[in-house]
């Protein structure tokens, strides 16, 4: 098989059922997250010419990213759009605003946790993106649109992988 028509069958017939509902269920155990890789895993491996080179450098050379980055990457395009006031949910039923008088680093959008005393309630959407919602530059946070949004967090990343 050839790079084009993996793409366009991976893209289309194998993605989408990992991703299905992946914000809302999204795996948190590591064994989990393992198995969903795995497929992408071995998917890559069919490739002429790819078999014998690494996972990550088969992702970088077919433009691809781990499931898990993926993952992250919705969840904070869903972050901004809930607290931007892109979406029609009011942002204090998920996350609950930084407040400190003392608030001279990071954007005017931080996100503070509350306090679980259950381990599915630490796992849950509003919990697990705060840290890295709030790690992003203010750059990034304050884009216009969503597309904005997306182009910049990509570029960032980037950046960070550069490194």
């Known amino acids: 098989m050839d790079k084009k028509g993996f793409l366009i069958l991976y893209k289309g017939f194998v993605r989408p059922h990992l991703k299905y509902a992946i914000q809302s269920w999204s795996p948190y155990l590591r064994g989990d997250i393992d198995k969903l890789e795995k497929v992408q895993r071995r998917a890559t491996r069919l490739i002429a010419g790819y078999k014998k080179l690494s996972y990550g450098e088969r992702l970088h050379r077919l433009g691809l990213t781990t499931l898990e980055q993926r993952r992250l990457r919705g969840d904070l395009i869903e972050t901004y759009k809930i607290v931007t006031g892109k979406e029609k949910i009011s942002s204090s039923q ?45 750059s990034v946070v304050n884009a216009s649109t969503v597309n904005t949004f997306k182009n910049r967090l990509d570029r960032e990343w980037g950046n960070k992988s550069s490194q």
């Open 94 to 138: 998920f996350f609950t605003p930084y407040s400190s008088n003392y608030n001279t680093r990071g954007h005017c959008y931080k996100l503070t946790t509350t306090r679980c005393h259950l381990d599915l309630r630490k796992n849950f959407f509003s919990q697990r993106v705060v840290h890295h919602w709030n790690e992003l530059p203010d």
